[in-house]
């Protein structure tokens, strides 16, 4: 009765903590709903000019970026260790969860812990600390991918007003530009030389990355092959729509590091100090792992910590 108890609250509790960092609310799709009946029954040029844009990729070969709903749990292991850029295969990854699965249970039950929590704790932190350090990885490419990308597609435009053909510019930025976004561009290069089109290259590329920034440069070329008009200009009006995204996100990090920085010393010290407790003095703690009535005490805070956490990560989380 107790393992249930213990093992309930911890289920909860990371319950309530992937509910809370999951994917944006379904609000914004109904505000993009709400959009597109807007623009059908208006009057304006601009609305017009939008409104035969979206038609123009309707009626084209549909891109579709994936983001693994579809997908199994090892497809969607590896097309995350390719996102970080480096060259793990997915039975390294799961030798490294092993091992600290068992390094922390041993580490725990030599020490004295329960075997309950010595082998809860090991199984957390062997899928959470791969996990979080792949998305450390991750966000860090992309950050560096996003940074440089206005760059590359300025040099684009050089290279077309120039007189290259679009083929030939994206080879000019997988040379000239260090770091991802030369990286990613050399791939698409190497798929079109392969007998790809350019096309279905850019759609893998945007795929793999999942960033809005490359999604806008796809779908900015798709509009561009239907409707025409002066592809230069085009990418230069999006390279500027880039770099004033970038700089609001730069704005909206600093006016929210405050409260950010409160969540995570607010969500983190109960357990930074039960931690400390425990490790200077086991028997004071040990009631939580026997006795009943602190057992349930333990698994209503781990609950209430957990809604607490989960608000205040909506708080601080905002969406552009």
Request: cysteine-free.
């Amino acid at each position: 009765m107790n393992n249930l108890v213990l093992i309930l609250g911890v289920v909860v509790t990371l319950g309530l903590l992937a509910f809370a960092f999951a994917g944006p609310a379904t609000g914004k799709a109904a505000n993009r709903r709400l959009s597109a009946v807007k623009i059908r029954h208006s009057d304006s040029v601009d609305a017009k000019l939008e409104q035969q844009m979206r038609k123009a990729v309707a009626a084209r070969k549909p891109i579709s970026f994936t983001e693994g709903a579809k997908m199994s749990v090892p497809d969607r292991l590896r097309l995350r260790l390719q996102q970080t850029g480096k060259k793990w295969a997915l039975n390294q990854y799961l030798y490294v969860s092993g091992g600290i699965f068992a390094i922390t249970f041993a580490a725990l039950l030599i020490r004295g812990a329960p075997t309950t929590l010595a082998l809860g704790v090991a199984m957390f932190l062997s899928l959470a600390i791969p996990h979080f350090a792949v998305s450390y990885l991750i966000k860090k490419r992309i950050n560096d991918f996003t940074v440089k990308f206005p760059e590359a597609i300025e040099l684009l435009v050089r290279g077309l007003k120039s007189g290259l053909p679009v083929s030939e510019t994206l080879g000019v930025v997988a040379r000239e530009i260090p770091g991802p976004v030369g990286e990613e561009f050399k791939i698409v290069t190497e798929k079109i030389k392969i007998g790809k089109t350019m096309e279905d290259a850019l759609q893998d590329t945007a795929e793999r990355l999942g960033t809005p920034e490359f999604q806008f440069f796809v779908i900015t070329l798709a509009i561009q092959r239907e409707t025409g008009g002066n592809l230069a200009e085009t990418l230069s009006n999006l390279a500027d729509v880039l770099r004033k995204r970038a700089q609001m996100k730069l704005k909206i990090r600093a006016m929210s590091s405050e409260s950010k920085a409160s969540a995570y010393i607010v969500g983190s010290l109960p357990f930074v100090v039960f931690a400390l407790v425990w490790s200077v003095n086991p028997t004071y703690l040990d009631g939580f792992f026997t006795e009943t009535r602190l057992m349930i005490a333990g698994g209503v805070g781990l609950i209430w910590m957990g809604i607490g956490v989960a608000i205040m990560a909506k708080m601080v989380s905002f969406e552009i």
